[in-house]
């Protein structure tokens, strides 16, 4: 067996909106790099796996042709590469891990604000200004629409200005480079998040081994964002007050504190947001040092 054939390839984002939180959470998950800027291959350095950082159009493609591993990308350039290559018959078998809580967006179609738009009918026959013409078609003929793509690689926004189209499909997240070009968000076609896809057929079984044992990880790190560690002290006469007010507690340790009878240390792991009304309202039934923890990692 080839040596190199045993260390895992991932590919990222190069440079880009996800390419931050990319490697982040491979850090997270214990993945050592060193990266240079220049460098298109990036070796961790605690374990067999290598970082691939090309373009994010790129990586479906590699992860259904093989070539790489795994692949960390957005759902909608993930979509469009397969709807592209269903339909011009080239293989687009992957297989998603995980949906990763990053890289959120939407896409949508977005007319000019002086245009009187009552709805999807109206586009009927228009000419519709895109990056991703097959989730646009997709949609639109989902929806009994036929209209036609001016596709464009980038500076989609200008185009009904520029009179190459009378609408346009983009990514927004919040709206104002639209606002700044005259358009107004309509048809929101799309959500998006980044996902972690993998290759199709079977890895070798060093490889599947490193998949192992990333994949809880991973789940524990996204679990950890949303959870809280919350300790206070609380009345014992409240506790079950105090408990019923915790949001996702279903078991706090319970643990006497010295010099008193009726108060408590009660400590418990929250998977929601404490919000400050719930603190606002644990105050006011007697509770006191109510302290709200981030928690790095966990494992059930
Ligand atoms: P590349 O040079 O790698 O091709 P790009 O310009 O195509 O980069 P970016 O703008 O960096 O791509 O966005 C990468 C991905 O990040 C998008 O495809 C999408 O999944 C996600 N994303 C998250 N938020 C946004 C946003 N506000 N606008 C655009 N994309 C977003
Ligand atoms: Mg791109």
Request: charged letters at 20%.
């Amino acid at each position: 067996v080839d040596k190199s054939s045993q260390r895992l390839t991932i590919a990222i984002q190069k440079s880009g909106r996800l390419s931050t939180e990319s490697i982040a959470l491979l850090q997270a998950c214990g993945f050592r790099f060193s990266l240079h800027e220049a460098r298109l291959l990036a070796h961790s350095s605690n374990q067999p796996v290598d970082l691939l950082r090309v373009r994010d159009d790129d990586i479906p493609g590699l992860v259904m042709d093989g070539v790489v591993d795994l692949g960390l990308v957005g759902e909608n350039v993930l979509d469009e590469v397969r709807l592209e290559r269903k339909a011009t018959n080239i293989s687009y078998d992957f297989t998603r891990l995980r949906a990763l809580e990053f890289g959120q967006c939407r896409l949508s179609i977005a007319v000019p604000k002086e245009d009187n738009y009552q709805g999807l009918a109206d586009l009927q026959g228009k000419r519709i200004a895109t990056t991703y013409p097959y989730l646009l078609q997709n949609y639109l003929q989902q929806q009994g629409i036929s209209a036609s793509n001016a596709i464009l690689t980038g500076s989609v926004e200008v185009a009904p200005r520029a009179g190459l189209a009378d609408a346009i499909c983009d990514l927004v997240s919040t709206g104002a480079t639209l606002e700044a070009n005259g358009l107004i968000e309509k048809e929101v076609i799309f959500r998006s998040q980044a996902q972690l896809i993998q290759r199709p057929g079977s890895l070798p079984a060093a490889k599947q081994a490193i998949v192992d044992q990333l994949l809880p990880r991973i789940d524990g790190v996204q679990m950890a964002k949303e959870s809280k560690y919350i300790m206070l002290h609380a009345p014992v006469a409240q506790l079950e007050q105090v408990v019923q007010l915790l949001p996702g507690a279903e078991r706090p340790t319970v643990l006497p504190l010295s010099h008193t009878e009726e108060l408590v240390a009660v400590h418990v792991v929250s998977t929601e947001t404490l919000f400050w009304e719930t603190m606002e309202q644990l105050k006011a039934i007697g509770c006191s040092s109510i302290l709200v923890l981030p928690i790095e990692k966990m494992m059930g």
